[in-house]
């Protein structure tokens, strides 16, 4: 009898955890498992590889949203739940209540900086899970140091990235007059947007002002719906046009098609403060793009200093200034060193066998 699998994500639109959860439908199809899907937000465009029985869970509120995606969760016989997320952890676990009829599987995709009363209800709330996935080395270090108990549960399965979707282009090579860089990242206080726009700015008052910034961020608060700005994208805006950087600083709206994207790209950039393992990199290795990042988390696992980019401390405006300078101050034979470098890095990281073979075992 086949497994019968839901995967519960809050959209498909947006960043990395939507495209590694298309990418573990894709697996799962292929190893004949049935895939039922259920998100909370009604614009999502489906994307065309996914092979799922489709549910949207459209709610006036998240609360009225939580208690009907547990209502189906409950009405519905699944083998396995997969969440991907805080807010789809937080379903998952409580639909085990009053009894648990279902093996589950939550995820941890970022790196958790503090203990607070949240994470402590977090941690407490994953005895009912089955197994706790982190997709980082860092948040999984963070597990077994602070909550021994969950050890047995916990496992570390690192992003799947498609390295024949992401790939070089043929002429990679750079126009030494202008660098573009790309940051794939939300408008959101952990991505450090402020930090790399002062950069930019501190950059073209010393005299490097060959580098073009292109931000691809969610905009708006609710999807594709224009209902309201982000914050963080609002005083974004509003620095760049107070520090005079509206032609070397430009914000977008997160992108659609990230490969072409990258590829338009010289060098890929992200100042976050924190992470977990950040896809936006990955997908840049392989592409065979140069990458200068914050020196965080697991970011030093896909970037060597010096040799596939350089890094940088995301709280010290001069250290990713200096990062910037130390890229500018290379030859056009050094830049593509560390284009052939990232790829080859990239062809060794990443399986994707590795990646669904992974959740397929802790699944059957």
């Not at 790399?196 to 609710?222: C, Q, S």
């Not at 805006?237 to 098609?257: I, P």
């Not at 990042?293 to 001069?318: H, K, M, R, T």
């Not at 056009?332 to 990239?346: C, F, L, N, Q, T």
Request: charged fraction near 25%; glycine fraction near 4%.
């Amino acid at each position: 009898m086949n497994k019968k699998v839901l995967c519960l994500i809050p959209s498909f639109s947006g960043g990395g955890a939507e495209r590694q959860m298309i990418e573990l439908i894709g697996c799962l199809n292929e190893n004949d498992i049935d895939v039922t899907v259920i998100t909370n937000s009604s614009d999502n465009a489906y994307p065309n590889e996914i092979r799922a029985t489709k549910y949207v869970v459209d709610a006036v509120n998240k609360y009225v949203g939580l208690l009907k995606t547990y209502v189906l969760i409950r009405r519905l016989d699944f083998d396995s739940v997969v969440a991907f997320g805080d807010r789809s952890n937080l379903t998952a676990v409580l639909s085990t209540f009053p009894f648990k009829c279902f093996q589950l599987i939550v995820s941890e995709r970022n790196f958790t900086l503090k203990i607070g009363w949240k994470e402590r209800m977090r941690f407490f709330l994953f005895k009912r899970a089955d197994f706790i996935v982190a997709n980082s080395n860092s948040q999984t270090n963070f597990i077994l140091n602070n909550y021994p108990a969950l050890r047995s549960k916990v496992y570390t399965i690192h992003n799947y990235t498609d390295i024949v979707r992401f790939k070089p282009e043929r002429n990679t090579d750079q126009n030494l007059e202008l660098i573009k860089v790309g940051v794939f990242a939300r408008y959101a206080p952990q991505k450090n947007i402020s930090t790399l726009i002062k950069a930019a700015a501190i950059l073209k008052e010393t005299g490097n002002n060959v580098f073009r910034f292109h931000w691809f961020g969610k905009m708006y608060l609710e999807d594709e719906k224009a209902l309201a700005l982000s914050p963080i994208y609002e005083n974004a805006a509003k620095l760049v046009l107070n520090l005079g950087l509206e032609k070397e600083f430009k914000l977008h709206s997160f992108s659609k098609t990230p490969e072409r994207d990258i590829h338009d790209m010289d060098v890929i950039s992200l100042p976050s403060f924190h992470e977990g393992f950040s896809n936006s990199l990955s997908e840049a290795l392989a592409c065979g793009k140069p990458i200068i990042a914050s020196d965080v988390s697991d970011n030093p696992f896909i970037v060597e200093d010096s040799i596939q980019g350089f890094l940088f401390d995301p709280y010290n405006v001069y250290s990713v200034v200096d990062a910037f300078k130390r890229y500018n101050d290379l030859s056009i034979e050094e830049r593509r060193a560390m284009s052939i470098s990232a790829r080859e890095k990239a062809e060794k990281l990443f399986s994707k066998d590795a990646f669904g073979d992974k959740y397929i075992r802790l699944i059957k």
